[in-house]
């Protein structure tokens, strides 16, 4: 593999499992304008694939997943990219798995939360500097804060700025899992292959469905139609006989 001089995000693909890695260690894997472009390069690639089922996304290094988006970037070209990165991440039809190496600060913290699942590592962080700095939330991540963790713990976060432990991450639901360090490649390993066992075209149409759900606009005659279509698939006669 050639070597990544820019440090931009990198994407590896093997078989059916993508991979997305924050490349700057150094950095705390902050993420510049310039990946915006990338990420959504990556993300095209991964969904015009018809052999890619999962995507990972996680960091270099032991100790930070990512700090966000670069400081220094914020008061000039802070725009709706980065909001459109985030919003395409948590769109993919395909199930996403936050493999934390490390801790996660502002945006990062909001990156994790479009992924499906997050597995933690003990001994890590996360916190939301947005009112410290002065910058109003967008959107889209307010509105993740709140489905996923609960308005009394976004009210925390976006409000005190207070960083909270890898505990109480698992407590508000920020994490699904929380690991020991070691344990955090076998554990998103685990849930690879869970995943491959499933039927893509319902994870597919099951995420969209509970996405829609959770953000409280759900449309039932779509969600009606799914199940319907799946109540007469070849897959799912195929998968009953096979389980008889």
Known sequence: MSKNIDNIPSLTISG????????????HNRIDPSDLSVLLDHFSAITSSDSIRVLI???????TFSSGYTLSAIKEELDD????????????????????NGSAYGGATDLALCCDFRIGIEGTRMF?????????????????YV?????????????????????????????????KPEELNDTVQHYVTELLKCAPRVIASMKSDLNQTAAGSPDLVVQRANYEASLKSEELTKRVAGLA
């Open 16 to 27: 059916p499992i993508a991979k997305i890695t924050l490349c700057r260690p150094k950095q």
């Open 57 to 63: 996304i996680t960091g270099e290094g032991s100790s």
């Open 147 to 179: 489905t996923t963790l609960g308005l009394t713990a976004a009210k925390k976060l976006f409000l005190t700025a207070q960083p909270i432990n890898a505990k109480e991450m698992l407590r508000i639901n920020f994490l699904t899992e929380l690991v």
């Open 128 to 144: 939301m500097p947005a009112a410290k700095f002065g910058l109003h939330y967008y959107p889209g991540g307010i509105r993740r």
């Open 81 to 100: 990219r980065f909001e459109c990165v985030l919003d395409t991440l948590e769109s993919l039809p395909i199930p996403v798995i936050c493999a934390m």
